[in-house]
DNA sequence: ATGACTGCAAATGTTTTGCAGGTTT
DNA sequence: AAACCTGCAAAACATTTGCAGTCAT
C-alpha cells in the first residue's frame, strides 16, 4: 500500500507522526470511490472506531490534501469533497443535476485552449476548476 | 433603466412589491461592475440607508437572481458573489491568485468542446462553470 | 520533559429563518 | 383584513480553533 507509505513520509518530513486515528481515516478514505464529504467520512469512519472526532477527520484531510494524496473538490453546493489524488491525474467533473451522478471527464484540446486563452490575457495558469452540469442519459430515459 | 422595469415585473407577476429597500439594492448592484459580495452590497447599500438590514440583502439579491437580472459567482473562497446578469452574456472567469483580479472570458471552441465532451458521455447540458486560475501579467513582474 | 495528537466544546463566518411590528392594497 | 416587507436577533450550516488531557519519543 503505496498511499500509506508516503503519507508517513509525510508526516515524519514536517515532524508529525502516524496516529491509529490517521490511520483509519486514511484507510476509510481509500476505500470509497466515491467523492466524500468530511461529514460522510467521519461516519465511516467512525464505524470502526465511535470515540473519533470530527474534527480529527477535518485535520487530516487537510494533512492528506497537503500530501498529495486528496484533492479538495467543490461542486458549489457548500460541501467540501475530497477525491483520490495520489495515481489520478487531473480531471474535470460533469455531474447530473437530476440523480448527482457525476464523472470525471478530461479533454485535452479543452486543456490547451484554456492554456492558450490564458496566454491571451497574460496569465499563467496554476489551475482550473470545470464542471459540467447536466442531465444524463438515463435520466432522460426515465422522465423524457 | 430597464432593470428596474424588469424586476417591477417580475416581482408583480408573483404578487410581491418593489420597494424602497428592494430599489435601493437593485441601484447600488447596477451601479458597480465588480463581483459583489451581500456583505460589500450591503456596505454600499448603508450608505444610502443606515436602517437597511443585511438579510434584506440577501433576500434581494436572490430575488434578482431569480429574475435574471444577477447571476451567481461562486469562486470557492467561501463568498458567493452576484454579478451583472441581464445583457451580459455567459462567460467565464480568470482569477489572479495574487491581486484577486479577474477578467471575464468566453472562448467559442471550448464551449463547443464542453457540448461534445457531454454528448460523448450522453449527458445534455444545462449549464456549466468555468474558472481559470493563474498569476496575472503584473503581478508577475511585480515579483518575478 | 517536550512536543505532538485527540476529543470536546466553543468559536467562526456566511447565509437563512422566525418573529413582531410596519406597510401596502 | 390579508398579504407582503422589514430589521433584528437567533438559528443553521460547514469548518476551524482553543484547550486540557493523553501519548509518543
Chains 1, 2 share one sequence.
Do not use: W
Not at 7 to 29: E, K, V
Not at 93 to 107: A, P, S, T
Amino acid at each position: 500500500m503505496k498511499e500509506k507509505d508516503i503519507f508517513i513520509r509525510f508526516l515524519s518530513d514536517r515532524g508529525l507522526r502516524m496516529t491509529n486515528q490517521r490511520g483509519l481515516i486514511l484507510d476509510a478514505f481509500l476505500g470509497t470511490e466515491r467523492h466524500v464529504s468530511p461529514e460522510e467520512l467521519y461516519g465511516l469512519v467512525r464505524r470502526k472506531d465511535g470515540t473519533i472526532g470530527q474534527a480529527t477527520v477535518y485535520r487530516t484531510l487537510k494533512l492528506l490534501t497537503e500530501a498529495g494524496l486528496a484533492r479538495e473538490v467543490d461542486f458549489g453546493d457548500g460541501v467540501l469533497r475530497y477525491e483520490h489524488s495520489y495515481g489520478h491525474e487531473h480531471h474535470d467533473h460533469m455531474i447530473c443535476e437530476r440523480c448527482h451522478r457525476h464523472i470525471e471527464v478530461v479533454d485535452e484540446r479543452i486543456e490547451e485552449l484554456q492554456e492558450r486563452l490564458a496566454k491571451k490575457y497574460g496569465f499563467v495558469l496554476t489551475g482550473h476548476r470545470m464542471y459540467l452540469y447536466g442531465i444524463c442519459s438515463e435520466c432522460r430515459r426515465r422522465k423524457a
